[in-house]
């Protein structure tokens, strides 16, 4: 079989680019190591910049998005007990997030795939790339037993972090920066309304905690916890005990709590492998690099890789130059760094670290009291947490 672009990975890098592709006459097909379902389980992120809805739009996905997404112009910061509201809207001319969970978003990009006849191979096993430094790539998988061979012009590696395309790239030739944070995140998703109409991100000395939603009628809180802390000892009851012990008065005695239906736990990691491009392989999404989701920018990087690769792609079939393909490394690159700092910071400004101590909860407070009484720097969260722009 032959297709001009193979894409690795059905998660929203990967159906997004195929999407954006298709829209512009761009044959492909998507090789999904799990099932459709299992790829829909997966509860992950919950806030969209600007520019990514901008693209699902373009995508012609966004129409459930905008019947249901809620538009944030704003954050709460809470710390030593008390909540201040950052106003991303009034600070940055006017832009907003939208709350829609990544679930819903992979969900419409399914759909419309299905829709538009789109190949999506779900089930692949043993995906396996070829020949990308040559100008005739190959991707195999097997199926049901019989192993499959697809000749393509490029691959896109939107397999995630755990993914094959990055490990098959020879180690000379990537740079791989990271830092694995000593803590990680316990989530909860329960059917009760959210505790505020907006996102609580609050510094705590017993941990940081996030009060999140998905809907009017369903919410996502997060906790901070030990890297070796177990899923199984922390019931519900154990959780919403843990969180009214972290947020604001007001919001311990106003939230509704219920049966949790997802807990899982995250470790927090910021990597970046560089470069995103070798020969014929363009790495997008998680499978070039992870932030931790403090800053919510996980999957607006991935939005933000397909922008320029679906670009990149579409100038290359249209014109025949590779050029906008050799600038695709070097542009997300600058802006995914962009990211990784400021996730980085707003982890460390917002959790306990095993070495906070008073001394450090003290600085932590006087930084987010500065941050809050500054228009200066309450500007500089708000651009960045809105979506810094792009560079065409
Ligand atoms: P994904 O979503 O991981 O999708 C990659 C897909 O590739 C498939 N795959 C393979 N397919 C074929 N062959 C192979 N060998 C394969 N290996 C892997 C996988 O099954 C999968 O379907 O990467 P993508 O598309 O780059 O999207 C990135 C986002 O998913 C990610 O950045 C965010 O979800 C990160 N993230 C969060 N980001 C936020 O902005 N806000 C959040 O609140 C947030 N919470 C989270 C998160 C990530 C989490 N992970 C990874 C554990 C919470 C969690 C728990
Ligand atoms: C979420 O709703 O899952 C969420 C929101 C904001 C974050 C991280 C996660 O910073």
Known sequence: ?????????????????????YRAGIDSIILERRSGEYVLG?????????????LLDEGGVGKRLHEEGLVHGGIELCFDGVRHRIAL???????????????EVTRDLMDARAAEGGRTIYEAEDVSIHDFDSDRPKVRYRRNGTVHEIDCDFIAGCDGFHGVCRETI??????????????????ILADVPPVSDELIYVNHPRGFALCSMRSRTRS???????????????????????????????????????????KSIAPLRSFVAEPMRFGRLLLAGDAAHIVPPTGAKGL???????????????????????????????????????????????????HRF???????????????????????????????YVGLPFED
């Not at 990967?14 to 999407?19: K, P, S, T």
């Not at 095993?354 to 708000?382: C, M, N, R, V, W």
Request: glycine residues 8%; proline residues 3%.
């Open 89 to 103: 809207a009034d600070l940055t001319g006017g832009k907003h997030v939208t709350v829609y969970g990544q679930t």
């Open 170 to 187: 020879p180690r000379s030739a990537v740079k791989e920066y990271e830092r694995v944070f000593p803590f990680g995140w316990l989530g």
């Open 300 to 350: 607006n990087l991935a939005a933000s890789d397909v922008r320029y690769l679906s670009r990149a792609l579409i100038d290359h079939y249209r014109s025949g130059s590779m050029k906008e393909i050799d600038a695709y490394s070097g542009k997300c690159l600058r802006r995914v760094w962009k990211a990784v700092r400021f996730s980085w910071w707003m982890t460390s400004l917002m």
């Open 354 to 384: 095993p070495d906070t101590g008073d001394f450090g909860q003290k600085i932590q407070e006087t930084e987010l009291y500065y941050l809050t009484g500054s228009t200066a720097a309450s500007t500089s969260l708000a651009e960045n």
């Open 42 to 54: 997966r509860i992950r992120a919950g806030v969209l910049e600007q520019a990514a809805v901008d």
């Open 220 to 262: 996502r809180y997060y906790l901070q916890v030990p890297l070796e802390e177990k899923v199984e000892s922390w019931s519900d009851e154990r959780f919403w005990v843990e969180l009214k012990r972290r947020v604001d008065a007001e919001a311990a005695r106003t939230v509704i709590t219920g049966p949790s239906i997802e």
């Open 1 to 21: 079989m032959r297709v001009q672009v193979a894409i690795i990975g059905a998660g929203p890098a990967g159906l997004l680019l195929g999407q954006l592709l």
